[in-house]
Nanobody, 126 residues
């Protein structure tokens, strides 16, 4: 079984930064496209950012562009999401997801991801 464990969430003021981490175990992580999704209270879960298996291609939701960087360290089996200039509307539970298709390009549809972490809460105060 694949296990994904997120960390790095917390309470931060507007304009602050957070670095989320997702540690993977249980399968050949280095060949899996990965993504970060987020779900704000009362809203649907949405894509935040995605990265292909070797880190060579990335995707950002419009709301994240210019403020966030997704990266991965395959040696550590970890994916990161650096978020800067945080806004109250970034408040959400952030989930890490892994695709089960090795060497595939990243997906932006949550239903195409097989493995999920339990999420980490990010709260941005105004």
């Amino acid at each position: 079984q694949v296990q994904l464990v997120e960390s790095g969430g917390g309470l931060v003021q507007t304009g602050g930064s957070l670095r989320l981490a997702c540690a993977a175990s249980g399968r050949n992580f280095i060949t899996s496209p990965m993504a970060w999704f987020r779900q704000a209270p009362g809203k649907e879960r949405e894509i935040a950012a995605a990265i292909n298996w070797n880190g060579g291609s990335t995707y950002y939701a419009d709301s994240m562009k210019g403020r966030s960087t997704i990266s991965r360290d395959n040696a550590k089996a970890t994916v990161y999401l650096q978020m800067n200039s945080l806004k109250p509307e970034d408040t959400a539970v952030y989930y890490c997801a892994a695709d089960s298709h090795s060497y595939a390009h990243y997906k932006i549809n949550q239903y195409e991801y097989t493995y999920w972490g339990h999420g980490t809460q990010v709260t941005v105060s105004s």
